[in-house]
């Protein structure tokens, strides 16, 4: 990497390193949650949990410097997908098994029958256990991986409900359980139960289900980054229609991710503004087909 500096190949050597907090006054951390990401979905694709980020990684520059680490921020944030893209192949080739897949399948396995998919027993139990109407669940489920329990999107989420390798990990699903059908989705229901206790205070349970949908797609510190800067502006930040949602919207807008009230900075929230809309339209096909 030096040789290259020297080449003239690039300007700056970038390598992700443990964050410890015996250099904080030496170094600026700049890229945690991307970095740490990336490094989980390694550990996934090479099946070597010694990969994982045990601490959480970053890349650090030089102390003080915010100018220089506030660009790396918006530059990963901006270019994630191309991030993956080029750090996944060189380890996919090990075992392509793990390579980016999704095998699409019917948004309605039998209408006539009133089957949505072969995991409609699986929606109906553990819907329970988080207090949705199982044909929401199922939405949810076709949105993220189009019932392909096999499902391994470019950024390692896996299985029917797509759990990031740490997700997977914090609701108790171990990397040998994450596709199967039944454990999946029982992690996933456990997060939805923790995102919908993150957002009681929301008192109209239908209004609520917005805004943990769009938390399980970027992240519940997204979301509430959103929630504050609407407020800011004079929106209810407990309703999501014209209210929240379009400032989602301009998360990617450096006015509303560089403001002080958004904590966790860019995203791009077109693509958790969709998300939410998507689910909420087909469980609306689904009830009125399913009655």
Avoid at 108 to 130: E, M
Avoid at 143 to 169: I, N
Wanted: hydrophobic fraction near 40%; aromatic fraction near 10%; glycine fraction near 6%.
């Amino acid at each position: 990497m030096l040789a290259k500096l020297q080449r003239g190949d690039g300007d700056l050597v970038a390598y992700q390193m443990p964050k410890v907090d015996s250099l904080e006054n030496m170094v600026t951390y700049c890229g945690e949650a991307p970095i740490t990401r990336l490094i989980d979905s390694l550990a996934v694709v090479q099946r070597d949990r010694s990969v994982i980020s045990a601490p959480e990684m970053a890349w650090a520059v030089r102390a003080h410097s915010t100018a220089l680490a506030d660009t790396l921020n918006h530059w990963l944030a901006r270019n994630e997908s191309d991030f993956f893209t080029l750090c996944m192949p060189v380890v996919a080739k090990k075992n392509s098994s793990y390579s980016s897949r999704r095998a699409p399948r019917s948004p309605i396995l039998n209408r006539s029958k009133g089957q949505i998919s072969v995991y409609d027993h699986l929606f109906k139990i553990y819907s329970q256990q988080c207090s949705w109407d199982w044909r929401l669940l199922a939405a949810q489920a076709y949105q993220e991986s189009a019932f392909d329990p096999r499902a391994v999107s470019w950024m390692g989420a896996m299985g029917l409900m797509q759990l990031m390798p740490s997700t997977a990990r914090r609701v108790g699903v171990s990397e040998s359980e994450v596709f199967d059908p039944d454990c999946n989705i029982r992690g996933a229901v456990r997060l939805i139960r923790s995102l919908d206790s993150h957002y009681s205070f929301i008192s109209n349970r239908d209004e609520r289900i917005n805004f943990i949908l769009a938390a399980y797609n970027a992240g519940a510190g997204h979301v509430d980054d959103a929630r504050r800067i609407a407020q800011k502006y004079g929106r209810n930040p407990n309703v999501w229609r014209g209210h929240v949602d379009g400032y989602v919207l301009r998360m990617s807008e450096s006015k509303f991710y560089n403001d002080s009230l958004s904590l966790h900075g860019y995203f791009r929230g077109s693509e958790t503004y969709n998300y939410v809309n998507d689910i909420r339209a087909r469980w609306q096909q689904y009830r009125s087909m399913l009655k």
